[in-house]
Structures are given as structure tokens and as C-alpha cells.
């Protein structure tokens, strides 16, 4: 999927429960992002990391959290504090000067 | 924080007429302005980006002005086609010091028949 791909394409979640979204990047792009995307809305970020071993906070990272460990991954981890997961996740990558390549997405839902 | 703010919401427009999609900043310092397309379950894609230190860019059907004084850009779509309807994200950044980018809330534009 363009050099970056997200894993799994679909998940469901019990009440409780946490769970981890996969994005892995080939693209050699330093950046890394996750926003939450809900039906009709734009764009919210979560969580960025624009150096390994290094991440931010966006304007919605409660109940997230992330690791830096590699350049090609930067996974996403929805917690049981998260009340509200039912969501479109997208993972993006950049290098220091352009713009966003995105994956796939993942679908995640409460069941 | 940059505030991107985005309009219209929906835009209905004949196959073959122009649509246009306005968005306005916050942060003067803002200096790059990507437009990405999203089709129904897909991911976001770039069509065109624009830089503060030029006032307008072109690609084919697509065009994007900036008016920095204002703090306002805009999307220009000509001839549209029933494969332009989609959601439209303008987003705005601070570059080099920030590689994030502040989207506004989309537009969905629909091209009738």
C-alpha cells in the first residue's frame, strides 16, 4: 500500500480490552503519525513522532499510547481507557519537508 | 495551536462545472498547504500542495491559491467528473520546525450526471 501498510484491516474490541494497531513504513521517512478519523469528520491527531525514541501528544491522545522503537514502526495502542474507540484509524509518514503518505487504515469497533 | 477552518461542508456541482473549497488559518507562521482527496473507505491522498512563497499552482483540473495576508487558501476543480466526488481535506503546516499538519473538517463534494 504505498510503502506503508496497516494491520489488521479490521478489529473489534470487548469493553476492557486493549488492543494494537500495527503501521510499518519502507518509505525511509523519519516522521511518523496516527490520526483518529470519525463518520463526517476530518482528521484528529493522536499521537506523532518525528525521530525515533521520540514521540508527541495531538489533541486527542487520552486513552493512546505509542512507541518509537524502530524508524518503520509506529505502533498505536488503544487502552481501556479510551471510552469512545469506535473509530477509522489512519497511520501516516513524511519525510522532513512534504507531506503525509497514508495507510489503509484500520476499522476498529466495540463489541 | 494552528485552527484550520474549512467551507463549505457539502458541495453539490453539475458534471462539467467548476467547485471551489475555501479554507482559513490561524498561525501566520503557517507556510505549507497540502489538499487531500478521500474516496469513500479509502485512505487520504496528496493532489496538490502549495508553498507561501508562491501565490498560486496548477495540475491539469486542479488548481490551489494562497493569499497569505488574508490567511486564506483555496481549491479550484474545473470541468468536474463523477471520479472527483469525494471528501476534500485542506490541512496547514509550520515547516521545518513542525512536520504535523492541522486538517480542517472536509468537504464532500458531489458531481451529478
Known amino acids: 500500500d504505498g510503502g506503508i501498510t496497516q494491520s489488521p484491516k479490521y478489529l473489534f474490541r470487548k469493553e476492557g480490552q486493549n488492543v494494537t494497531l500495527s503501521c510499518e513504513q519502507n518509505l525511509n521517512h523519519d516522521a511518523m503519525y496516527w490520526y483518529r478519523q470519525d463518520p463526517g469528520q476530518g482528521l484528529r491527531l493522536i499521537y506523532y513522532s518525528q525521530i525515533v525514541n521520540d514521540f508527541q501528544k495531538g489533541d486527542i491522545a487520552e486513552g493512546y499510547s505509542v512507541s518509537r522503537e524502530k524508524k518503520e514502526s509506529f505502533p498505536l495502542t488503544v487502552t481501556s481507557a479510551q471510552k469512545n474507540p469506535t473509530a477509522f484509524y489512519l497511520c501516516?509518514?513524511?519525510?522532513?519537508?512534504?507531506?503525509?503518505?497514508f495507510g489503509s487504515g484500520t476499522r476498529l469497533t466495540v463489541v | 495551536g494552528e485552527n484550520v477552518e474549512q467551507h463549505p461542508s457539502t458541495l453539490s456541482v453539475q458534471e462539467g462545472d467548476s467547485a471551489v473549497i475555501k479554507c482559513t488559518y490561524s498561525d501566520s507562521a503557517s507556510n505549507y498547504f497540502p489538499w487531500y482527496k478521500q474516496e469513500l473507505g479509502k485512505r487520504p491522498q496528496l493532489i496538490i500542495d502549495i508553498r507561501s512563497n508562491v501565490g498560486e499552482k496548477k495540475d491539469q483540473r486542479i488548481a490551489v491559491t494562497l493569499n497569505k495576508t488574508a490567511k486564506h487558501f483555496s481549491l479550484h476543480i474545473t470541468e468536474t467528473q463523477p471520479e472527483d466526488s469525494a471528501v476534500y481535506f485542506c490541512a496547514a503546516s509550520i515547516r521545518p520546525r513542525d512536520y504535523k499538519l492541522s486538517f480542517g473538517a472536509g468537504t464532500t463534494v458531489t458531481v451529478r450526471a
Open positions: 501516516a509518514s513524511s519525510p522532513p519537508d512534504f507531506s503525509h503518505t
